[in-house]
Nanobody, 127 residues
């Protein structure tokens, strides 16, 4: 099971931290992706994180969020966080967390590569 939380409404320039808590498997063993679905648009992968054999992480950030969003993990609590800063109106959308055993983080994560999905959390950036 994958559950997102932490969404809300903020003004442009504000910050939010989203959480993605999984159960039934470990965040350490699965590739984690964050996706955003803006109104009337398709779901788009924005961030991907996978654990390497040496315990380091491979992380991919889509250009529109690079430098503003940061992904991190708390394996003890099976939770992945998405810290979002300098939010813009175009960041508005439903944010989904997804997990998969075999997805690759070398590019923007693809919806069809992920098997386990949360129901999403709404982020609204507006003045």
């Amino acid at each position: 099971q994958v559950v997102e939380s932490g969404g809300g409404s903020v003004q442009p320039g504000g910050s939010l931290r989203l959480s993605c808590t999984v159960s039934g498997f470990s965040t350490d063993d699965y590739v984690i992706g964050w996706f955003r679905q803006a109104p009337r648009l398709e779901r788009q992968g924005i961030i991907c994180m996978s654990r390497n054999d040496d315990s380091s992480d491979t992380i991919y950030y889509e250009d529109s969020v690079k430098g503003r969003f940061t992904i991190s993990r708390d394996n003890a609590n099976n939770t992945v966080y998405l810290q979002m800063r300098a939010l813009k109106p175009e960041d508005t959308g439903i944010y989904y967390c997804a997990a998969d055993l075999a997805a690759w983080c070398g590019y923007s994560p693809k919806v069809y590569e992920f098997d386990h999905w949360g129901s999403g959390t709404q982020v609204t950036v507006s003045s």
